[in-house]
């Protein structure tokens, strides 16, 4: 007897969220709003398991994310690892805790990408943004030896009201630095941006100079500089597919083990996610609630079913539906058709319009017991 084909093709990345520990406070943190403690970590030992699962499932690249992934102990150990089974290796960080010592480390572990994420051009404001004094000085002194190591560079720029009036200047960063790439990735409005959406997100009109400029350098940097552009979906008229679509081509693994779709998806309750400490990685993909509850177009109600383009955004993010509408399996607000789109853009109006609030920033704050933990209880 043949064995049953598998309808659900191999994932093309994973984002390993190796903690949530992270010296910044960024007041639009993409992390859940309850962060994963340190004890509660996956090991060493565990991380190298999954990797190995990863390449036997298909995965061509990973990503070590947090958080801020340098806070690990085993950061190059987990690099070489997924090296030898022959994974793409990319770190995204904040790049505060980066020195020339541990990017040769990393290097010589396999190390081939840096994605380096940057608040603003003013240091004073980008300090301010990250709640993180000298943290701009140190993203430029790390990106450079980033490039000096001879290693691909990202940088990240995550745009919002409070900074987007420096787009050309980010621009031009980018270039200054070496990057091969720029993400200009506007705040999405879900988790703590949530709370804070009055005072990042910015009115119509900046967000079409912003569109223009992007077009613009695109054109005049081509050959030198790819630009990926990601607009707040307030001011969409149809949904970006979310993550290239829920559980289509790509998952991440929270620092708890837990295994999610996206990385906001933790926010969608009544959602059960399976851990790597008890399933493994191709079950949790093929098999998994949370990965078949919205994979594919079977789920989607109307005016999705119907939709000439239910395959090309596969109706957009299941976060920012429940955020918006409180049903994870409503159309998402972004999309013109949904009833909830006209309210979506009147928010948008006023709070952009509105003087901004002070800041509410995330912070990561150990508990007193995990204090209290000997050294060898935490994990690497």
């Known amino acids: 007897m043949n064995a049953p084909t598998n309808p659900v093709g191999p994932p093309l990345a994973l984002l390993a969220e190796l903690t949530h520990r992270c010296p910044l406070g960024c007041p639009y943190c993409s992390n859940p709003l309850t962060l994963d403690r340190v004890r509660d970590e996956l090991d060493t030992a565990t991380w190298l398991r999954v990797i190995d699962e990863a390449a036997s499932l298909g995965v061509l690249q990973i990503h070590f994310s947090g958080g801020e992934p340098l806070v690990r102990r085993d950061l190059a150990t987990l690099i070489g690892h997924a090296r030898k089974v022959g994974l793409y290796t990319n770190l995204i960080t904040s790049a505060v805790l980066l020195d020339a010592p541990r990017l040769e480390s990393l290097k010589a572990a396999g190390l081939e990408h840096v994605q380096i994420s940057f608040q603003d051009t003013d240091p004073a404001n980008a300090d301010r943004i990250a709640l993180y004094e000298g943290g701009h000085e140190k993203k430029l002194a790390a990106a450079r030896m980033v490039r000096a190591a001879g290693l691909a560079l990202t940088i990240n720029a995550v745009m919002h009201r409070q900074n987007l009036a420096h787009l050309p200047e980010m621009i031009a960063l980018a270039l200054d630095l070496g990057a091969g790439r720029l993400e200009v990735a506007h705040v999405q409005y879900y988790g703590w941006a949530l709370a804070n959406r009055q005072s990042l997100i910015p009115p119509r009109e900046e967000v079409r ?47 708890s083990g837990l295994v999610l779709p996206c990385h906001a998806a933790q926010g969608i309750p009544g959602l059960r996610f399976d851990s790597v400490k008890e399933r493994s ?80 920033y995330r912070r990561y704050a150990k508990t007193p017991r995990e204090e209290e933990l000997p050294a060898e209880e935490l994990p690497v």
């Open 281 to 360: 990685l191709g079950e949790i993909w093929t098999h998994s609630e949370a990965f078949t509850r919205f994979r594919g177009t079977s789920w989607m109600p109307e005016p999705c079913r119907s939709c000439d383009r239910r395959e090309i955004d596969f109706g957009g993010c299941r976060c920012q539906a429940m955020a918006l509408t409180g049903d994870a399996g409503a159309t998402d607000p972004a999309c013109e058709l949904s009833p909830h789109h006209a309210r979506l853009f009147e928010t948008a109006s006023a709070e952009s319009a509105a003087v901004p609030r002070e800041f509410t």
């Open 209 to 255: 100079a912003a569109v223009q400029a992007v077009a613009e350098a695109r054109e005049r940097l081509k050959g030198q500089l790819v630009i990926d552009h990601v607009v707040p979906d307030y001011y969409a008229r149809r949904p970006k597919a979310c993550m290239g679509g829920w559980a289509q081509q790509f998952l991440n693994i929270a620092p």
